[in-house]
């Protein structure tokens, strides 16, 4: 799944937010025309929502449920990532419901964006989002380093690997 986009949404006075189309496209049909596009929802690194496909949630939850709860770190890690997570589906109307302490968590309170990146959709508040913006210098220096460029630009990433 590569999800993509940046979706400007408002919520309603019950705190359901209707998904974009363009986006919903981007996922896989659910099963019947009834059946709407289930999810789960939970408090992300930052303060934004982090909503997963119900798939990729299964496909990570087995993976964290794999860790050693003998160890603290791994219990206080689970709490954290496991804190307020809910299922939710779509309704008729293609709206999904969040929960009010997730919105309080997130400060999200009429108005909100979604970023769709990989598997997962973040959910922010607009004002939270807008100060996460980067100078385009820095953006460039970022990811210099992130993609293996290091200090002098010389790289040790090879795309040849990356499947393009």
């Known amino acids: ?3 993509i986009g940046e979706y400007p ?9 209707r998904m974009p189309a363009s986006l919903l496209r981007q996922l896989p049909t659910p099963v019947s025309e009834e059946a ?16 997963y496909p119900k798939a990729v949630w299964d496909t990570l939850s087995v993976k964290i449920n794999r860790l050693n709860r ?3 770190r791994n219990r206080m890690f689970m709490r954290a990532f496991y804190q307020g997570a ?14 009010k302490p997730l919105l309080d968590y997130a400060g ?8 769709a990146m990989d598997d997962r959709i ?8 807008n100060a996460l913006s980067i100078d385009p210098n820095d953006f460039s220096d970022l990811a210099n380093q992130v993609l293996g460029g290091g200090e002098d630009g010389v790289g040790d990433l090879d795309f040849n ?4």
Not at 9 to 17: A, C, F, I, P, Q
Not at 108 to 115: C, N
Not at 161 to 164: I, L
């Open 161 to 164: 690997d990356m499947n393009f």
């Open 36 to 51: 709407g596009y289930d999810f789960v929802v939970n408090r992300g690194f930052e303060k934004c929502l982090t909503m």
């Open 70 to 72: 003998f160890n603290n």
């Open 122 to 129: 973040e959910i922010w508040a607009p004002d939270a989002y």
């Open 108 to 115: 999200i309170t009429g108005d909100a964006l979604l970023l």
């Open 9 to 17: 949404v408002s919520m309603d006075e019950k705190g359901r937010l």
């Open 86 to 99: 809910t299922n939710s589906t779509t309704d008729n109307a293609g709206r999904i419901l969040l929960q």
């Open 1 to 3: 799944m590569n999800l």
